[in-house]
């Protein structure tokens, strides 16, 4: 692993990498500005979760992992305490268990291997656990696990439905189109010049800002038949200018459309290169 600064294209400022050794499998952000995320080791089955800042890249932590090597992914970020999850059966979807770890040291602050996360909303986070007869529903506190008060049925799913409503992530992700009049007439044309030398492009996804355009497609290696498998862009199109001012491509050889592999917080773009690098850039704002 390693982080490594770096002037990108053209007016793009200063941006950082971070290589993982396996396949970066998901990245998550939390409210004081860093970066979660998970190493996954196919050939091994190992997982190990890191932590970056997101404006310097600064790794915080770095290949921590817990008794169980690969049944177990990052449930959710509340406050500065990552959630990581196991499952009640390897190989079924059914999450179970909680290990909560300090977001700015990776240190394990506490584990309950018999609930379930559920959502957390206000400071707490609500769990489930399963009994002969039915579910219990509680309150818990996230910073040493314990248990604030139990909660019935009709009262979780209530409280539920607010942290639903009130939750804010401030990560944009981009929209996908189904077809190309989904478009705006603006990004329509210079998405067209871009893409001009292009045939046969599929699953173009964007996020447009005030001062940008930035977006990726995915162009077929092989269209005789079927495609053997495709080349992911990532563009970045000044509005004001109209013209190109980044260009790099994301994956090489996908085999499968993979969605939202990309996101921006701020003025920052994240995005995850060949499935083992993320890649941030710093896009200046252009409004005086």
């Not at 952000?29 to 979760?49: H, P």
């Not at 990581?84 to 909560?100: C, E, V």
């Amino acid at each position: 692993m390693g982080l490594i600064n770096k002037l990108f294209h053209l007016n793009l400022k200063t941006a950082w990498e971070y290589s993982t050794e396996g396949i970066l499998w998901r990245l998550m952000n939390c409210e004081d500005g860093f970066l979660v995320g998970e190493d996954r080791n196919v050939d091994s089955k190992s997982v190990t979760f890191f932590c970056v800042e997101q404006q310097s890249g600064k790794v915080l932590w770095k290949d921590v992992s817990l008794n169980e090597k690969w049944w177990v992914g990052i449930e959710n970020i509340h406050k500065n305490i990552l959630l990581i999850h196991g499952y009640a059966t390897p190989d079924m979807p059914d999450h179970k268990k909680i290990y909560a770890f300090d977001i700015k040291t990776g240190k394990q602050l506490w584990m309950n291997e018999d609930i379930t996360f559920l959502f957390s909303y206000k400071g707490s986070i609500y769990t489930s656990k399963d009994t002969y007869e039915n579910k219990l529903y509680s309150e818990m506190n996230p910073s040493d696990g314990g248990y604030i008060r139990k909660i019935d049925p009709d009262e979780i799913n209530s409280i539920a439905r607010r942290a639903s409503e009130e939750d804010v992530d401030r990560r944009i992700f981009p929209k996908s189109f189904s077809n190309q009049s989904q478009m705006s007439s603006e990004f329509d044309n210079i998405a067209r010049q871009t893409m001009s030398s292009k045939k046969n492009i599929e699953m173009i996804e964007y996020i447009e800002t005030p001062d940008y355009y930035i977006f990726t497609y995915y162009e077929p290696l092989d269209v005789v038949q079927q495609p053997s498998g495709y080349r992911q862009d990532i563009v970045v199109l000044e509005r004001r200018k109209k013209n190109v001012i980044y260009r790099e491509c994301m994956n090489s050889n996908t085999k499968a459309l993979y969605p939202e592999t990309y996101f921006s917080i701020g003025d920052y773009l994240y995005y995850i290169q060949e499935r083992k690098k993320i890649t941030a850039l710093h896009l200046p704002s252009n409004r005086k």
